[in-house]
């Protein structure tokens, strides 16, 4: 039987199942209609699992026996079991999992019935009061609840059946993409939630006429459920809950800094008529009723800047983007960014600023500003700055000449630097003996051999080549927290130029774990160079480059009101959450990341 016949059939088993509790429910007068009974609207709990948790995990057996608290929660069923008369069950909410206590003589025939009804997975309410076992675990003794004027509560309430099969209690959701197309079940078996402790030695099922609470602790430790350990190979599933807990304390502790230093939090266009602010290729769609091509914007930069001509001296947004780009580790085509800008300062105000957020952060969702990423452990509150001139040289290859600054003034110094090594064979005994070293001055040398073949056509600047390399020595080296600053021109055209290099911009980026996390720059507000550098990202649109910038005359109009001295930066919210909770992959900390479609499978042949 196939997978797909499997869950056909489990289905229907458990429709059987619903429908012998909708009708066990209104023959005995627990809801009105079957309608009612198997898909309730509400359950008035008293408290939640992670409140009994944290209200009562203090208080001891004797405690709880002198003093009976009475409660009501509600959850969905991880591990269930019945002996007997008498059964245990597990139920998860918020994160975590309580263990519940039902007897037949307690609950009555028919909430028996239906307990025994039950398959993981379903959602249920019960009552009752509180105690611990003989091995200590906090339990809900499920019994009905009487209310003030003596009616009773029942003591189990069907809230919502699970009409599909979990994945193995034992075992979780293991497969990676499926965890990723299925993401509920993901956080559903992922939670992180305490598996109860291993098996006791079999023993005889609790009498039903045990009432004294420590005779009752006794009888009922013989059927307390437990699950098996994991097998000693096994790894631990990972908190995926946990994870985007974190992501939501990010983001709150984001709005909590920037609110603090009076920056004001707005929301600008997502469908934009010119797709501006970053070098992207963007997502064309099309408005029907005013016939008019639209894209999804690819960064909220230009917006957020024409509020700053407009007075908003702080302005910030935590904002959706979209940019029509390939799918790794650390790129999905819609993403969460930061994006904020602040009159009347620099790219230097910023990079003071930016170790600020990033150690505030960490110290918010996580106390402190060690975080563990890709197996390296990183100190947030210990900063380098390196120009991008510096990291080459600083990561240049060491079997060939190092460059100096110089180098890099202009394309011919660079190319006259260069030509000999293209050139030249390579000397055995600068390299080393293991091969490794060879393979790599080889694949490097074929690297720059191509872009100076490319600056030489006229296919790429040079500030673009310059950018490339650093990407190919550097970045991948830059795991603790490092500020690059200083950039060409040519891939900066919304920056403003250094005053003494012309060919470099007031830029930096901020690089930890191996990638970038954000990039900010003091603000080009010179219309005229802005209109001049827009045409210049139109000739490299014409060599082919479609990420190249396109013209926004209304931009230019609104720099023509004047821009005071700015810095503004974006921040990658998925990225930074990466690193701040250890996930390899940029699809961990996104709920429901874009997937390939999953192909149907041809039929067989006859």
């Not at 039987?1 to 023959?27: H, N, P, T």
């Not at 109860?196 to 602790?217: G, L």
Request: hydrophobic share 40%; aromatic share 10%; proline share 7%.
């Amino acid at each position: 039987m196939s997978q797909s016949e499997f869950e056909i059939a489990q289905y229907a088993l458990r429709r059987q199942k619903l429908e012998q509790i909708g009708r066990l429910a209104v023959d005995n007068g627990f809801a009105k209609t079957e309608a009612e009974a198997t898909y309730p609207n509400a359950y008035a709990a008293t408290a939640t699992i992670p409140e009994l948790r944290r209200n009562y995990d203090p208080l001891t057996a004797e405690t709880l026996d002198a003093h009976p608290i009475e409660v009501s929660v509600a959850g969905r069923i991880m591990a269930i079991r019945v002996q007997g008369k008498a059964g245990f069950a597990q139920l998860q909410q918020g994160g975590q999992r309580f263990q519940i206590y039902v007897r037949k003589d307690d609950v009555g025939e028919s909430l028996f019935a239906l307990y025994k009804l039950l398959d993981l997975g379903d959602h249920i309410g019960v009552r009752g009061h509180l105690f611990r076992t003989r091995t200590g675990e906090l339990t809900i003794h499920v019994r009905p609840v009487a209310t003030p004027d003596g009616a009773l509560l029942p003591a189990i309430t069907f809230l919502a059946k699970s009409m599909l099969a979990l994945p193995d209690k034992y075992h979780g959701l293991e497969d990676t993409e499926l965890r990723y197309r299925q993401r509920y079940v993901d956080l559903i078996m992922n939670s992180g939630a305490t598996k109860p402790p291993a098996p006791a030695p079999a023993a005889p099922a609790p009498t039903e006429t045990a009432t004294d609470p420590t005779e009752a602790r006794a009888s009922i430790q013989a059927t307390e459920l437990s699950t098996p350990p994991a097998p000693v190979e096994e790894e631990t599933a990972p908190n995926v809950r946990a994870v985007f807990v974190k992501r939501a304390a990010v983001l709150r502790a984001l709005r909590s800094f920037f609110d603090q230093r009076g920056y004001i939090e707005v929301e600008t266009p997502m469908l934009v008529g010119i797709a501006g602010g970053a070098a992207a290729r963007p997502f064309v769609t099309h408005h029907n009723a005013l016939d008019l091509d639209l894209s999804l914007r690819i960064a909220p930069e230009l917006y957020l800047k024409r509020l700053v001509v407009g007075g908003f001296d702080r302005v910030y947004e935590i904002n959706r983007n979209f940019r029509n780009e390939g799918i790794d580790t650390s790129h999905n085509p819609e993403f969460t960014m930061l994006e904020f800008y602040q009159a009347y300062a620099n790219y230097h105000d910023l990079m003071d600023l930016t170790q600020e957020i990033v150690q505030h952060v960490a110290m918010e969702v996580n106390g402190t500003t060690i975080t563990n990423f890709d197996g390296n452990e990183i100190d947030l509150s210990n900063w380098t700055k390196l120009s991008m001139r510096e990291a080459i040289i600083k990561w240049w290859p060491n079997m060939l000449d190092r460059p100096n600054h110089e180098v890099f003034s202009s394309l011919e110094s660079f190319c006259k630097w260069w030509e000999p090594w293209e050139i030249r064979t390579v000397v055995m005994e600068h390299v080393p003996d293991d091969g490794i070293g060879l393979a790599r001055h080889l694949q490097f040398r074929e690297f720059v051999s191509k872009l100076s073949r490319g600056l030489r056509d006229g296919a790429i600047s040079f500030g673009k080549a310059i950018t490339e390399i650093f990407e190919y020595l550097a970045e991948p080296e830059l795991i603790q927290p490092t500020i690059i600053y200083d950039f060409p021109l040519a891939v900066s055209p919304l920056s403003k130029q250094k005053p003494d290099e012309p060919d470099w911009v007031e830029r930096f980026e901020f690089y930890i774990g191996g990638f970038e996390v954000g990039n900010a720059f003091s603000e080009l507000n010179d219309p005229d160079e802005q209109r001049k550098r827009f045409e210049d990202q139109l000739k490299e649109r014409d060599r082919g480059d479609d990420e190249a910038h396109h013209m926004d005359e209304d931009y230019v109009r609104a720099l023509g009101y004047g821009l005071p001295p700015t810095g503004g930066e974006g921040i990658g919210i998925d990225r930074l959450t990466m690193l701040l909770t250890g996930s390899k992959s940029i699809r961990d900390v996104i709920l429901f990341p874009l997937m390939r479609p999953i192909k149907p499978q041809a039929a067989p042949e006859e």
